[in-house]
């Protein structure tokens, strides 16, 4: 898939498929957790990329709130 104008979608994945004339090919896609890491694609299902990525930037975050608010 191309998006024109885009150097890289959003929860962009690419794979490489050898098609033969008349059958068809399934793919199971799995989409990121956060926008700005890309998503995964294979012949089987996917485990999302990126859940440990927001963990972190979500406990560091909370860390940061209880800092400032002085608790």
């Known amino acids: 898939m191309e998006c024109p104008g885009r150097a890289r ?3 962009y994945a690419g794979l ?3 098609l033969v004339a008349g059958r068809t090919t399934e793919l199971s896609y799995a989409p990121p957790w956060a926008t700005f890491v890309g998503g995964r ?3 089987v299902p996917q ?14 975050l ?6 400032r ?3």
Not at 62 to 67: K, M, R, S, T
């Open 9 to 11: 979608p959003d929860g």
């Open 16 to 18: 490489g498929v050898d």
């Open 41 to 43: 694609i294979g012949p």
């Open 47 to 60: 485990r999302s990329p990126g859940l440990l990525l927001v963990v972190v930037m979500a406990v560091l």
């Open 62 to 67: 909370a860390l940061g709130w209880l800092v």
């Open 69 to 71: 608010s002085g608790t």
